[in-house]
């Protein structure tokens, strides 16, 4: 019994092990797979209580913007952060989705432009804004 003891750490420490991903990089990931364009992360950490980050993107269509807000949520849940509020969806212009630590918005290009939430985020900060 005591060799089982003694190998149980380094099992759990080996290469198989899978680490989950941080919710900012599942994030991030499930946008670039879905093909979202543009995409910015602004690290919100000391700026504001709402988030500790904001990622904003854009899909070149309705159908894209709203497919690749579905996709996000369906991965946020596959991987156990599933208590997300969504806005817009069924719209398809402008999808918010607030995971609680990260606001994701997913423009189709046009309003995006309009209303320019990542600079309003990012003004005299640039160093905190990540282009993908």
Do not use: Q
Not at 21 to 26: M, R, W
């Amino acid at each position: 019994m005591k060799d089982a003891v003694s190998h149980a750490p380094s099992e759990a420490n080996g290469p198989d092990r899978v680490v989950a991903p941080s919710a900012i990089d599942l994030v991030i990931t499930s946008l670039e797979d879905s093909k979202g364009e543009d995409l910015v992360s602004i690290d919100m950490k000391g700026k504001s209580a709402l988030a500790d980050h904001m990622v904003v993107v854009s899909g070149r269509s309705h159908r894209h913007v709203a497919a690749v807000a579905d996709r996000l949520l369906r991965d946020l849940k596959d991987n156990g952060f599933g208590n997300c509020k969504v806005e817009g969806l069924s719209n398809g212009d402008w999808v918010l989705i607030d995971t609680g630590d990260i606001i994701v918005h997913i423009f189709r290009p046009e309003v995006r432009s309009f209303y320019n939430i990542e600079k309003m985020w990012s003004v005299g900060d640039a160093p905190d804004a990540t282009v993908h």
